[in-house]
């Protein structure tokens, strides 16, 4: 089975990006230490540290 992938991401300004997907759009501000995505459905955090593979991220739905 094949299955097409489509994903493109923008940066805006340093801190700023715009991800487009077939799936939706979302804006991501990232740091050093955190990484901070609003999409459509939710809100993601991410961290990790550089070098090691280890990472945490959390999400948080939007309430209806």
Same mark, same amino acid.
């Given at each position: 089975?094949?299955y097409?992938?489509?994903?493109?991401?923008?940066?805006?300004?340093? $801190? !700023? =990006?715009?991800?487009?997907?077939?799936? %939706?759009? @979302?804006? /991501?501000?990232?740091? +050093?230490?955190?990484?901070i995505?609003?999409?459509?459905?939710?809100? $993601? !955090? =991410?961290?990790?540290?550089?070098?090691? %593979?280890? @990472?945490? /991220?959390?999400?948080? +739905?939007?309430k209806?």
């Open positions: 089975m094949v097409i992938r489509f994903f493109r991401r923008i940066r805006l300004s340093r $801190r !700023f =990006s715009l991800n487009i997907s077939k799936h %939706g759009v @979302s804006l /991501t501000f990232f740091n +050093k230490i955190v990484r995505t609003l999409g459509k459905h939710g809100i $993601r !955090f =991410s961290t990790g540290l550089k070098g090691s %593979g280890l @990472s945490i /991220t959390e999400y948080v +739905k939007y209806k």
